[in-house]
DNA sequence: TCCCAGGTGTCGC
DNA sequence: GCGACACATGGG
């Protein structure tokens, strides 16, 4: 186990992992417990210091890799004050901003990302986590992680699972993954990670290709449509333009930016949102996802 | 009991 | 091309 500590600078540990980007992170002792990948990890906050417990997958595997690990999956290379800087000037996008401070988009890895969001459609996120959840203690793989001291119980470990791969799932059924409370969801998950599998589709070569070559891409894969292909490209790609449109983020243009509109197709709403928000898009609807969720409730927004 | 959720696939026009 | 509808599941 490695321990390293970095100090980052415009970062929000819990923001980040509560802003529903991600499911599988769990919070214990001030801390939250996961895998990066197929390493178990255990990352806390305090005030400016992030201080991580990466398990060495070997003993070659450094204390240099496991900052690497941590900076490359949190994403703490992305210019946030300049990518705050390019969100538009309004009323809404403002308080977001101010809201969301410190929250970033993180790389998730790819077939995870997409197996994910495969599951989310017509999902609450709480729904979401439990999937995710069931999907890995039932197919992935247990692996032991350390958790840091506690005066109660001392250092002790526990068992994280690792999210199962494509060639795991593509060799299931619908039926096993039906018991995942996965619902109609079950068969696209297995018909997409039996081309996962199979090569036919490519989730790495695909790295390459241009941003409309790569949504036409993610849209052929089964269960997955223009929101989920954007979300994908977003937290799996970094394609930090794509902007995925929910209920929520399509509640806030129709109230905000459409407001008198009686009628305004979802096509309408796109074209808007890629030009309008610029850029970093993607961040700015995470913003605003996050945002217009946990206000929304008390007053609309 | 009813409504809703980080939607997609299909069918009819 | 657009609108309507079905599709599973669980929390509030």
Request: glycine content about 6%; hydrophobic content about 40%; proline content about 4%.
């Amino acid at each position: 186990m490695k321990i390293t500590e970095i100090p980052p600078r415009d970062f929000d540990l819990a923001m980040t992992l509560n802003s529903g980007q991600v499911f599988h992170w769990e919070r214990i002792r001030n801390g939250f417990l996961g895998t990066i990948g197929d390493i178990p990890t255990y990352v806390k906050q305090r005030g400016e210091v992030l201080r991580a417990r990466v398990a060495a997958a070997s003993s070659r595997y450094s204390e240099k890799h496991a900052q690497v690990t941590i900076e490359h999956y949190f994403a703490l290379d992305h210019r946030l004050p300049e990518i705050c800087a390019s969100f538009p000037d309004d009323q809404i996008m403002n308080a977001a901003r101010e809201f969301c401070r410190g929250l970033r988009i993180i790389r998730q890895p790819k077939w995870e990302c997409l197996a994910t969001f495969i599951c989310s459609s017509m999902k609450q996120v709480v729904h979401i986590r439990q999937i995710s959840k069931a999907l890995r203690e039932r197919f992935g793989i247990a692996l032991k992680a350390d958790l840091p001291e506690d005066r109660s119980s001392g250092a002790d470990s526990c068992l994280v699972h690792t999210f199962p791969s494509a060639e795991r799932l593509a060799k299931s059924s619908e039926k096993e993954l039906r018991k995942c409370a996965l619902g109609y969801r079950a068969a696209h998950l297995l018909a997409t990670a039996r081309l996962v599998d199979s090569g036919e589709a490519d989730l790495d070569a695909w790295q390459v290709l241009s941003d409309a070559e790569l949504h036409h891409q993610l849209c052929e894969l089964p269960g997955v449509g223009a929101k989920i292909a954007n979300c994908v490209m977003l937290f799996a790609y970094e394609r930090l333009r794509a902007f995925p449109i929910d209920v929520w983020i399509e509640r806030v243009l129709r109230h905000h930016y459409f407001p008198r509109a009686r009628k305004s197709n979802m096509s309408r709403l796109r074209e808007f949102s890629e030009g309008y928000f610029g850029e970093h898009g993607g961040y700015a609807q995470q913003y605003l996802f996050h945002y217009a969720r946990a206000i929304w409730r008390k007053s609309p927004v």
